[in-house]
């Protein structure tokens, strides 16, 4: 088929996003058992990190090929005929990479959507806005299903339900409150966005499952010791309020961007045990493999900017994509 010089471009940028990103979601799907065992090793913190840039690496790293390598090559090196062939393989890639982008983007959007549809309906219609100490603004909901979370990502607020505040004592109440608030400081319902919006290896097929699972859970436990911050008796509230919000009821949400105290009650029991053991929310100190992953990652940075740097490799880059093109 034959393409003008732009559209021609577009499909070479969106072919070559589909092939090295299937790439890296490979090498990212054959190292996801070592990485979880690695992050047990490590602060629930930086454990939650490394899984997350473990998970985004897909999109980002061919994001930043495309952009940095593909785009600038094409435009130096191409020149501007009205009209050259693509292959029909090139064509395929591109299109399936184009509706793995879009299902992606649609997916974000409407998560989105639907949340801050849920804040502005909860304060016009379900509950009254309050101030509290430990976070912004609080929407307590008068209805009947038991809810505490942080919804949103531009403005986020803390969702609960009048049922969760009348079943917690003070200090439990403040255990939860200082739950949520370090979720909204670590910015999880924008990780959580930027997951739902990074592209599947193909449309409707995503196969990391596992790390996003083990980074939901290292998120909560560390929100739990950001919550604890190493006292015991906060400790003790926070794992007494986990137990009577799960007495009331888990209500999940799929689809939504929020952070919830209890999402569900599957982790329920190692989050009370972590808790009512000191160690669990104490500090760890840094493991060397921390320490080695922050000098690779700057190792593979200066080497990234080396090659953009450098004109050679765009000739390069340039000569792979006329093999990808034909």
Same mark, same amino acid.
Not at 173 to 196: G, P, T, Y
């Given at each position: 088929?034959?393409?003008?010089?732009?559209?021609?471009?577009?499909?070479?940028?969106?072919?070559?996003?589909?092939?090295?990103?299937?790439?890296?979601?490979?090498?990212?799907?054959?190292?996801?058992?070592?990485?979880?065992?690695?992050?047990?090793?490590?602060?629930?913190?930086?454990?939650?990190?490394?899984?997350?840039?473990?998970?985004?690496?897909?999109?980002?790293?061919?994001?930043?090929?495309?952009?940095?390598?593909?785009?600038?090559?094409?435009?130096?090196?191409?020149?501007?005929?009205?009209?050259?062939?693509?292959?029909?393989?090139?064509?395929?890639?591109?299109?399936?990479?184009?509706?793995?982008?879009?299902?992606?983007?649609?997916?974000?959007?409407?998560?989105?959507?639907?949340?801050?549809?849920?804040?502005?309906?909860?304060?016009?219609?379900?509950?009254?806005?309050?101030?509290?100490?430990?976070?912004?603004?609080?929407?307590?909901?008068?209805?009947?299903?038991? !809810?505490?979370?942080?919804? *949103?990502? %531009?403005?986020?607020? &803390?969702?609960?339900?009048? =049922?969760? +505040?009348?079943?917690?004592? #003070?200090?439990?109440?403040?255990?939860?409150?200082?739950?949520?608030?370090?979720?909204?400081?670590?910015?999880?319902?924008?990780?959580?966005?930027?997951?739902?919006?990074?592209?599947?290896?193909?449309?409707?097929?995503?196969?990391?499952?596992?790390?996003?699972?083990?980074?939901?859970?290292?998120?909560?436990?560390?929100?739990?010791?950001?919550?604890?911050?190493?006292?015991?008796?906060?400790?003790?509230?926070?794992?007494?309020?986990?137990?009577?919000?799960?007495?009331?009821? !888990?209500?999940?949400?799929? *689809?939504? %961007?929020?952070?919830? &105290?209890?999402?569900?009650? =599957?982790? +329920?029991?190692?989050?009370? #045990?972590?808790?009512?053991?000191?160690?669990?929310?104490?500090?760890?100190?840094?493991?060397?493999?921390?320490?080695?992953?922050?000098?690779?990652?700057?190792?593979?940075?200066?080497?990234?900017?080396?090659?953009?740097?450098?004109?050679?490799?765009?000739?390069?880059?340039?000569?792979?994509?006329?093999?990808?093109?034909?």
């Amino acid at each position: 088929m034959t393409l003008p010089y732009y559209l021609r471009l577009l499909c070479l940028c969106l072919a070559t996003f589909y092939v090295v990103h299937a790439m890296v979601w490979l090498v990212v799907r054959g190292t996801s058992s070592a990485a979880v065992k690695i992050a047990g090793t490590m602060r629930p913190r930086m454990a939650s990190r490394l899984l997350f840039a473990m998970r985004i690496a897909p999109m980002a790293v061919t994001s930043f090929l495309v952009v940095g390598f593909c785009v600038p090559s094409y435009i130096w090196l191409e020149p501007d005929i009205t009209g050259e062939r693509v292959g029909w393989f090139c064509l395929l890639a591109a299109a399936t990479g184009a509706v793995a982008w879009a299902i992606s983007l649609l997916r974000g959007f409407i998560s989105m959507v639907r949340t801050e549809n849920y804040v502005r309906r909860c304060r016009r219609e379900l509950g009254t806005e309050e101030q509290s100490p430990e976070s912004a603004d609080v929407v307590v909901l008068n209805g009947a299903n038991a !809810v505490m979370a942080v919804a *949103g990502v %531009v403005h986020p607020r &803390l969702v609960v339900s009048q =049922r969760v +505040l009348d079943a917690l004592s #003070d200090d439990q109440r403040e255990a939860a409150f200082r739950h949520e608030a370090a979720h909204r400081a670590s910015r999880d319902n924008l990780k959580r966005l930027l997951l739902m919006l990074s592209p599947d290896v193909m449309p409707f097929v995503g196969g990391l499952g596992r790390i996003e699972h083990a980074w939901a859970t290292f998120t909560e436990w560390a929100a739990d010791d950001e919550a604890v911050d190493g006292s015991q008796d906060r400790a003790l509230s926070l794992a007494s309020a986990l137990v009577r919000v799960a007495k009331l009821g !888990v209500h999940s949400a799929p *689809g939504y %961007v929020l952070s919830s &105290l209890l999402e569900n009650d =599957r982790d +329920l029991e190692t989050r009370v #045990d972590r808790l009512l053991r000191e160690p669990a929310y104490a500090e760890k100190p840094l493991q060397p493999v921390v320490a080695f992953l922050r000098s690779a990652a700057l190792v593979v940075g200066s080497v990234a900017v080396t090659l953009m740097m450098w004109p050679g490799s765009l000739g390069n880059i340039h000569r792979l994509l006329e093999h990808l093109v034909q």
